[in-house]
């Protein structure tokens, strides 16, 4: 696995949870749930990818 790539999505992924969770107040109801959820799975990804990239 290419660890520039890997490094470059877990940091916008990272980004991508504290920009929802720092702007949380201002996005409307509907979108929270999807957008969480997203935000979630993206960063449970980045973390197996981690995980990966060290066992490999």
């Known amino acids: 696995m290419d660890n520039e790539n890997l490094t470059i999505y877990i940091i916008v992924v ?5 920009v929802l969770i ?3 107040d201002r996005v409307p ?3 929270k749930r999807g ?8 960063i449970a990804s980045a973390f197996v ?3 990966y990239s ?3």
């Open 14 to 18: 990272l980004c991508l949870g504290v």
């Open 49 to 51: 990818f981690v995980i």
């Open 35 to 42: 957008m969480a959820l997203t935000a979630v799975i993206l």
């Open 54 to 56: 060290l066992l490999a």
């Open 22 to 24: 720092m702007g949380k």
């Open 29 to 31: 109801p509907r979108l």
